[in-house]
T-cell receptor, first 113, second 115 residues
Framework: NAGVMQNPRHLVRRRGQEARLRCSPM?????VYWYRQLPEEGLKFMVY????????ESGMPKERFSAEFPKEGPSILRIQQVVRGDSAAYFC???????????FGPGTRLLVL | AQTVTQSQPEMSVQEAETVTLSCTYD???????LFWYKQPPSRQMILVIR??????QNATENRFSVNFQKAAKSFSLKISDSQLGDAAMYFC????????????FGQGTRLTINP
């Protein structure tokens, strides 16, 4: 049973470009969560999605960040016009049901030059 | 708002000995989960152990066990017979069952194993 898949594992962008991060949940999981980890810090919640629905986006910055989880395909975290402060590790997690244990992917390390 | 506090930024232990990592949390809810996740140098987040707040019995997974004190809002992790592969950042996390599904993480404790 494959775990949570994230790609790319590393992403380098210049300021002003767009970053697209992908997450495929574990088989049978319909709940996806995105977290951000700044250097030397714990993970901070960004957004919680179910298929075609954003359930909780209370941790998402108001501008430039968006997320989706379409009926078919992976969940996408999109960052427009990236700035250096967006450099971080972005983790995706999935769970089979709400409130269940979340299993994490390997993360995407975003570096903005 | 729920918060999780790990007061030990760094800990070290001799190989084969026992170490305890501390975690306290603040919540007004009664139904929740608590977790310990491990983040080795690969930076993958690995679930170590989970505790349901309604269970009085402390969770155990092989060499890992917790001391859950609900009234004190304390959730420490004990690692017995420490191994070199246990070296990692350890994060304590909280999840409210009935409400927001986000995990709230502590700042982490970096554990070093001395051979």
């Amino acid at each position: 049973n494959a775990g949570v898949m994230q790609n790319p594992r590393h992403l380098v962008r210049r300021r002003g470009q767009e970053a697209r991060l992908r997450c495929s949940p574990m088989k049978g999981h319909s709940h996806v969560y995105w977290y951000r980890q700044l250097p030397e810090e714990g993970l901070k919640f960004m957004v919680y999605l179910q298929k075609e629905n954003i359930i909780d986006e209370s941790g998402m910055p108001k501008e430039r960040f968006s997320a989706e989880f379409p009926k078919e395909g992976p969940s996408i975290l999109r960052i427009q016009q990236v700035v250096r402060g967006d450099s971080a590790a972005y983790f995706c997690a999935s769970s089979p049901e709400t409130g269940e244990t979340q299993y994490f992917g390997p993360g995407t390390r975003l570096l903005v030059l | 708002a729920q918060t999780v506090t790990q007061s030990q930024p760094e800990m070290s232990v001799q190989e084969a000995e026992t170490v305890t990592l501390s975690c306290t949390y603040d919540t007004s809810e009664s139904d929740y989960y608590l977790f310990w996740y491990k983040q080795p140098p690969s930076r993958q987040m690995i679930l170590v152990i989970r505790q349901e707040a309604y269970k009085q019995q402390n969770a155990t997974e092989n060499r890992f066990s917790v001391n859950f004190q609900k009234a004190a809002k304390s959730f420490s992790l004990k690692i017995s017979d420490s191994q070199l592969g246990d070296a990692a950042m350890y994060f304590c996390a909280y999840n409210w069952i009935q409400g927001a599904q986000k995990l709230v993480f502590g700042q982490g404790t970096r554990l070093t194993i001395n051979p």
